[in-house]
């Protein structure tokens, strides 16, 4: 079994920072990736940011330049730092971890962030 565990949400006024927190743990053998997604009320799930096990990352067009990811490899861990917080950043937060003796990611429960104006 695989586990993730999310921290770090919660409620920010615009222009704050908060950083988010995810640990894997389990029967994990080759990470491909981590990332986090996001979901607000009436939205779709959309990618916020993705790193490689080479480091190699990706961000949505609306988070470049405010948010940024990383991981600790060896402890299993990504983070996001999400800074210039706008209300329109305010969602569920999910980690998504890509191994590769997996078919299919798997994702954490979620953390809500928000962020008033």
């Known amino acids: 079994q695989v586990q993730l565990v999310e921290s770090g949400g919660g409620l920010v006024q615009a222009g704050g920072s908060l950083r988010l927190s995810c640990t894997a743990s389990?029967?994990?053998?080759?990470?491909?990736?981590m990332g986090w997604y996001r979901q607000a009320p009436g939205k779709q799930r959309e990618l916020v940011a993705n790193i490689t096990s080479g480091g190699n990352t990706d961000y949505s067009d609306s988070v470049k330049g405010r948010f940024t990811i990383s991981r600790d490899n060896a402890k299993n861990k990504v983070f996001l730092q999400m800074n210039s917080l706008k209300p329109e950043d305010t969602a569920v937060y999910y980690c998504?971890?890509?191994?590769?003796?997996?078919?299919?990611?798997?994702w954490g429960q979620g953390t809500q962030v928000t962020v008033s104006s």
């Open positions: 998504t971890l890509d191994v590769e003796e997996a078919v299919a990611p798997y």
């Open positions: 389990g029967n994990i053998v080759v990470i491909n990736a």
